[in-house]
């Protein structure tokens, strides 16, 4: 039976322009390629759980627009449980414009939309979805209040919760005590701890702060370093798999889509984050965010190979 995962987050409508390099301020760069996908974290997230072997749920709202209409058929083609998808008329779907490099870094700008709109009592209604689920993942593109909502309900019904603290924002300690794992890039932590990290022990230090606030796990992706994990009585860093990058977006959130069911199916934490890292380095060679997230069978078929 596949491992239940209900995903709180956002839903976007992602515009990329592919250049040789990312643009300053002030400057117009030409000869970029345009394409269009569906995108959005919380999105992103749903699809790469259900990609990677999981029966998904997504809590979302979406603009009652071409856009929203479009990011609902693409749920339902990936299997996803879209009751909880709301079509908002007063707000358009989230929009993502998005640069990526020859190198494969990307620098994002978003039109939230519908997205903020996302409430706590939409949360309310989803009561016994969460309380059913083996994992709950969140991220931050939606309102902190409804965040932490879905972390309370799944902290009061025993499901753990997992937070991709992205995009980098501040974070009440009230919520982070809700969390089982947390994820946060290089970034993220900082701004999260304090402490930059650039090498192992700094990471062994951002993780200590994490855990001091109530976390019991704590994984920091590095990418093309890895990610560094973290428990009360362990501390390690796993190194990336190699290949060749073309296009970032959505890495992070194939990676924690993966892990979530890899977490719900029971795995221990060296080989969820490793289940994951297959997922997001296949991600990274192939662009767009949603076009770009593997199957199930690919991720094995990786691991296999490695």
């Not at 058929?73 to 998005?98: C, K, W, Y």
């Not at 309380?131 to 019904?157: C, D, I, K, W």
């Amino acid at each position: 039976m596949k491992p239940r995962i209900v995903v709180v987050g956002s839903s976007n409508t992602d515009m990329v322009i592919k250049i040789p390099r990312l643009p300053k301020p002030g400057e117009t760069i030409l000869g970029g390629n345009f394409s269009m996908a569906a995108g959005g974290k919380g999105a992103n997230q749903a699809v790469a759980a259900a990609r990677a072997g999981g029966n998904v749920t997504l809590i979302a709202r979406v603009g009652d627009d071409m856009f929203g209409k479009q990011a609902k058929e693409g749920f339902e083609r990936d299997r996803i449980n879209t009751e909880h998808v709301t079509a908002d008329s007063q707000s358009p779907t989230g929009v993502a414009l998005i640069f990526v490099d020859e190198r494969g870094e990307n620098c994002i700008a978003v039109a939230s939309g519908a997205n903020a709109a996302l409430s706590p009592s939409e949360i309310a209604n989803a009561k016994e979805t969460i309380a059913s689920a083996g994992s709950l993942l969140l991220q931050l593109e939606v309102p902190l209040a409804t965040v932490e909502a879905a972390a309370r309900l799944a902290a009061e019904a025993g499901i753990q919760a997992i937070l991709n603290p992205a995009p980098a924002r501040p974070l009440d300690d009230n919520l982070l005590r809700l969390i089982s794992i947390i994820t946060p890039n290089e970034t993220e932590v900082e701004l999260l701890t304090g402490v930059r990290v650039s090498d192992d022990h700094s990471a062994a230090e951002a993780s200590g702060v994490l855990l001091a606030k109530g976390i019991p796990t704590v994984i920091i992706t590095l990418g093309s370093r890895g990610a560094y994990i973290a428990e009360r009585t362990r501390r390690e860093r796993l190194p990336a798999f190699d290949v060749r990058p073309v296009d970032a977006t959505a890495a992070g959130d194939v990676f924690n889509g993966a892990l979530a069911v890899a977490f719900a199916e029971k795995a221990n934490l060296h080989d969820a984050v490793q289940f994951a890292q297959a997922a997001a380095a296949i991600s990274v060679t192939r662009i767009g965010a949603q076009p770009s997230i593997p199957f199930r069978t690919e991720i094995e078929e990786f691991l296999g190979r490695t």
